[in-house]
C-alpha cells in the first residue's frame, strides 16, 4: 500500500512500506533487573533464541512489560518460536497499555501496516514526537497527502528532514520528490521547525523512555562488568541498523480515504468525582532517580487535567515510571494526555 498525492493536476506516489517493513523488527530488546528477563537477552545476545524465548515467558505471563516486549520481538521475527504476527500484536497492545514506550511505538506502526489507521495515528504521533524515524516518516507523507493528518506541508517536510537525518533511506527519496511540490519559503520554514522538533524529541524521550537503545548488533554476550544491560539488538537474517527498515517489494499504490475525526473534549473538563476509581494511567515520565519523579508530580498534581487522580510510581529497571492513576477509560486518559502535551507536558497512556 501506498500513499497517492495529487496536486496541480498531476499525481505522485511515494512509498512507505519499506518503512513499516520492520515496523516491529527495527527496535531494541530490553530488560529490566529481573535476573530471568536479563538472562533471556544474554542467551538472545548469544544467538541461543529458544533459551531467550523461555527465559521471557514467565516474566510475561506474570505482567513484566520489557519480557512482553522481547517476546513480541522474537515472534515478529520467528526467532526461538515460529513467526506469528497476530501474537507479538498482542504482546505489543499488551506491553503499551503497561505504559512501555518502545512497545507503543512499534505497536502504532504495525497497525498501520495492518490497515489501522484511525487506530495507529496517535500512536505514530507520539512515537515521532519523542525522534522515531519511522513514525516521523509515516506522519510526515500524512502531512503532505492531508491523509489521516491535517495538510500541512511545512511540518510534513520537516519531518522527512528529521527521518532523513536519522538514516531511513526512503526519506531521501520523497524529500526529493516533495521538492517538485513545496515551495522554497516553505521548505527553508521547515528546517527552522525540524531543528525546533528535534530539540523537543529528546526532551521527550528523556521523560519518556522507559529503557535505554544501546542499538548493538554484535551476537556476542556482553561482558558483565559493562554497565548494566538494558536492549539487545535483534536483526533479520543479515544483520542490518536499527534505524534502518529492510526494504520490501513495492506495492501497489492505493489512495487512503480521509477518516472523519471527531472533536475531543477536554479532559479538564471531566469532573473529579467521577475519577479515582478507573484503572486507566497517563505516565508523565521515567526517571532513573526516584526523586526526579516526585517533584514533577509536585509540579502536575494541581493541573485541571489531572484533577481527581492520584500518583503512582512503578518500579521497572533502573527508572521509575510516574503515572497519573484514575481515569476510567483509555478515552479519558487520552483525552487528558492531549490536553498535558499542548501545555507540553511528554506523556502517554497506559494501564496495570
Not at 496541480?8 to 535476573?35: E, N, V
Not at 521538492?179 to 527552522?192: F, G, K, N
Not at 526494504?247 to 471531566?270: E, K
Request: hydrophobic fraction near 45%; include cysteine; glycine fraction near 8%.
Amino acid at each position: 500500500m501506498a500513499l497517492k498525492a495529487l496536486t496541480a493536476g498531476r499525481s505522485f506516489t511515494i512509498i512507505r512500506r519499506a518503512a513499516l517493513g520492520c515496523a516491529a523488527a527495527c527496535a531494541a530488546f530490553a530488560t529490566p533487573a529481573a535476573a530471568d528477563v536479563r538472562a533471556g537477552v544474554e542467551a538472545w545476545s548469544a544467538g541461543d533464541y529458544s533459551t531467550a524465548v523461555s527465559e521471557w515467558r514467565g516474566p510475561a505471563q506474570a505482567g513484566d512489560a520489557d519480557a512482553m516486549f522481547n517476546l513480541a520481538q522474537a515472534y515478529r521475527l520467528g526467532r526461538g518460536v515460529e513467526a506469528d504476527i497476530s501474537r507479538a500484536r498482542e504482546l505489543y497492545a499488551a506491553a503499551a497499555d503497561r505504559g512501555h514506550v518502545k512497545a507503543a511505538d512499534n505497536y502504532g506502526l504495525l497497525l498501520f501496516q495492518q490497515g489501522e489507521q484511525d487506530s495507529a495515528m496517535p500512536l505514530i504521533r507520539s512515537a515521532a514526537e519523542r525522534g522515531d524515524p519511522r513514525a516521523q516518516y509515516v506522519l510526515g507523507l500524512a502531512h503532505f497527502n492531508a491523509d489521516y493528518a491535517e495538510k500541512d506541508w511545512v511540518r510534513a517536510y520537516a519531518l522527512l528532514t528529521l527521518a532523513n537525518g536519522a538514516g531511513l533511506p526512503q526519506a531521501s527519496t520523497a524529500l526529493s520528490q516533495m521538492d517538485q511540490y513545496i515551495p522554497l519559503s516553505q521548505r527553508q520554514e521547515a528546517q527552522t521547525l525540524a531543528r525546533r522538533l528535534d530539540t523537543e524529541a529528546e526532551q521527550r524521550r528523556a521523560a519518556e523512555l522507559a529503557a535505554l537503545d544501546l542499538g548493538a548488533q554484535r551476537p556476542e554476550p556482553r561482558p558483565a562488568a559493562s554497565a548494566p544491560v538494558r536492549t539487545a539488538a535483534v536483526s533479520q537474517p543479515a544483520p542490518q541498523p536499527v534505524s534502518r527498515p529492510i526494504p520490501q517489494p513495492a506495492p501497489r499504490p492505493v489512495r487512503v480515504a480521509q477518516p472523519t475525526r471527531p472533536v475531543p473534549v477536554s479532559a479538564a473538563q471531566r469532573p473529579a468525582s467521577s475519577r479515582m476509581s478507573g484503572n486507566w494511567r497517563v505516565q508523565l515520565g521515567a526517571f532513573g532517580v526516584a526523586g526526579n519523579a516526585d517533584r514533577l508530580w509536585a509540579q502536575l498534581q494541581t493541573n485541571p487535567a489531572l484533577s481527581g487522580t492520584r500518583k503512582a510510581l512503578v518500579p521497572g529497571g533502573n527508572v521509575t515510571r510516574l503515572q497519573a492513576v484514575g481515569f476510567n477509560s483509555r478515552a479519558e486518559a487520552q483525552q487528558a494526555c492531549d490536553v498535558l502535551k499542548r501545555q507540553g507536558q511528554a506523556c502517554m497512556v497506559a494501564r496495570p
